[in-house]
């Protein structure tokens, strides 16, 4: 018996909480954004979450039995990555476009880094990057909801916005959603923003679809409100100040429904592995990429710059970490 | 009776401590043998009194050394010394160990008793010196130093926190010998005389906290001797965490309790010194507590010193399955065994036989910068990246997130998804990070 006595340093028991669980309770959040994408913009969009799931899968097993090492295509971290960024995609993309996407998400952001955990950029993230510059037509040709007549093609309300489109370019009913904020606010405009009824990427049109993962996730503690939370209030109050028609006039609201804002505060500005380990460092973390995003929105040629935000400030995550080391115990200011 | 503030970090294992805390204690018979090591504290090492082939009495002084920060070690079992040899040691791996076999029955005073009211401080320490009292807690560093303390003393705490998974011994003894220790607490008041003391205890030990009170109301001690009932969170227990919790004072990074004028007792430790003072009984016995899901027969234990693990299993009638570990003191900082060949020690509050089951065993994996490790660290440093430095040895960047504050409570490792070993990379960088 003695012989198959374990002997090492405490602490001898461990949480049952293992990163597996976690990575699968990420995947279980994420699903409700899919079907929401997939009801509103119908099969293609099943089509495209599918293939990328399916090359993140085949990447990180390739590479890792390339590398000799345990194939561990099963924690839920490529599944999470391959969803992402089928999530962060316009639902009408050709099909080699996510498995292009995926298989460099995987390959040269994650596995080249040497795999889970030493990755410096979120991979869904710098996947999508990757396919907006390689591919820039692809990547702005946005389907409206399938219940819309004018499916010949149309732009996401904040591009309607920034570029001033015209009726001909962009789909009617856009135009019209963004006309009708213009002159009534109604709860019926931000109700179809909120509901995801408008075009956009698969994943980041149904608000409430996210919030209910991230509500999951929050109650779990797999992430905290420190990220979201800052990134979302600082865009929403950027948004407020500049962003109408005189100061402290704009339409904060509409600024935080549309783009990727939730999706990407809720579930890649919460990536454990490429944002910073501390609150302090984490509420940093959210106000620059609202700070960001708000730049990118207003200046930039891009109508959107959620996902450039969070790969700048991952960017900036060491340096984040180096500053907003914890004031360890036994620190005081010595009274007089 | 309050709640007051609390030190941040912290985990809530589960506490494992329903299978011990309604078990009174029993005293485990006079094994045939005993293995006395002659470290059994901090401090200079003992030496020898007797040698192989001599009698020896039950409380004999059979090892001492003339250092002062050092404790005497005493027979717990009346027969003759068969040798005087290395064995294995818990804590040490190895030391020098004084083996006795039991004999005729035997007892000898090795204090000479006095009425307690009449001794003077000085009297009391020399009492509690000769007796080899440490403190029982699991650190063992000798009660008489600690209690001759540089600076004045002006609140002290009894530590009833037992906020170790499994352990129920403190527990135990505080429903059965509430009296006892607080006699022994008084003793601790007379010598150091503080202006304000503390009993702190989790608020899951509700027994003890409602046999306490009446005790306390009994011996008239209300309004001297303040309850404090602490919130169930590991490490309650911890010394500088339980100085935090109950009086606002933050221990300064280095520095000890006496640095903010506290001092902490641990429970067993006061009714060693009870039993010492009014009874001129040398600490050759404690209680401990016995567990885990892999022995048959659990509960909480009067042992003898030196008595063997494999006693004590046979005393609980063996095994119900092969333990995976077996562990003295708590699952959270105690020290994994190989042999069952160990001798009980001072210091041992526990012996945990651990089952697969309970071990929750995984192979570590990559950091995934979940910063878990450092919301729960009490100490507040940030064990995610002294790991992530060590791993790759680079010692040298360690120092910037001060490894030597550790207290190695285990919380880190314990909260890690990927199971990394934390606790083992702050400990070498404790040795290498300079």
Partial sequence: MENNLIVSVSPHIKTKDSYIKIMWSVVL??????????????????????????????????????????????????????????????????????????????????????????NIFNPALAGRAFLLASWPLHMTRWTPPHWTTDAVSSATPLAILKHNLSDAVSGATLIGIVREREFSHTLSFYGKLFLGDRAGCIGEVCILAILLGAVFLLYKGYIRWYTPFSFIFTVGFLSWVFLGKGLFKGDWLFYILTGGLFLGAFFMATDYVTTPLTKKGQIIFGLGCGILTFLIRKFSGYPEGVSYSILMMNAATPIIDRYTKPKKFGIIKQKQ | MFLRNKFSGGIHPPTYKELTQNCPIEEIPPPQKVVIPLIQHIGGPCLP???????????????????????????????????????????????????????????????????????????????????????????????????????????????????????????????????????????????????????????NKEEA???????????????????????????????????????????????????VGVLVQNVQTAFAIYEAVYKGKPLYERVITVSGKAIKKRGNFKVRIGTLVSEIVEFCGGFIENPKKIIFGGPMMGIAQWSLEVPVIKGTSGILFLSEEELNFEEPGPCIRCGRCIEVCPAKIMPASIALAGEYKRWNIVPQYHPLDCIECGACSYICPTRRDLVQFIKLAKQYGK
């Fill in chain 2, 49 to 203: 009194l007797v040698k192989s082939g001599e009698e020896v009495k039950l409380g004999q002084k059979i090892g001492s050394s003339d250092k002062y920060i050092s404790s005497p070690v005493h027979a717990s079992l009346a027969g003759k010394v068969s040798h005087i040899e290395d064995f294995n040691h818990p804590v040490l791996g190895k030391s020098p160990a004084i083996f006795i076999e039991r004999g005729q029955d035997s007892y000898t005073n090795a204090i000479s008793q006095k009425d307690p009211t009449g001794l003077s401080p000085e009297e009391l320490k020399k009492i509690i010196q000769e007796a080899g009292i440490v403190g029982l807690g699991g650190a063992g560093f000798p009660t008489h130093v600690k209690l001759s303390p540089p600076k004045p003393i002006e609140v002290l705490i009894l530590n009833a926190a037992e906020c170790e998974p499994y352990l129920t011994c403190d527990e135990r003894l505080l429903c059965e010998k509430p009296s006892e220790i607080l006699k022994g607490l008084e003793i601790i008041i007379k010598i150091i005389s503080p202006q304000e003391i503390f009993l702190g205890i989790e608020d």
């Fill in chain 2, 209 to 259: 906290i409602g046999i306490l009170k009446n005790t306390l109301q009994a011996m008239g001690l209300t309004n001297k001797i303040k309850m404090v009932i602490l919130k169930t969170k590991y490490p309650q227990g911890g010394e500088k965490q339980l100085i935090k919790a109950i009086t606002g004072k933050e221990v300064p990074s280095g520095g000890l309790p006496f640095d």
């Fill in chain 1, 29 to 118: 959040a994420l699903l409700p954004a899919g079907i929401a994408g997939v009801f509103i913009f119908g099969l293609s969009a099943l089509k495209v979450i599918v293939i990328s799931l399916i090359t993140a899968l085949l990447t990180e097993a390739i590479i890792q039995k390339l590398r000799h090492k345990r194939i561990t295509i099963f924690d839920g971290s490529c599944f999470i990555t391959g969803l992402l960024l089928a999530y962060n995609l316009p639902p009408s993309v050709p099909w080699w476009l996510p498995s292009v996407g995926s298989f460099f998400a995987i390959a040269i952001v994650k596995q080249a880094f040497g795999g889970l955990g030493y």
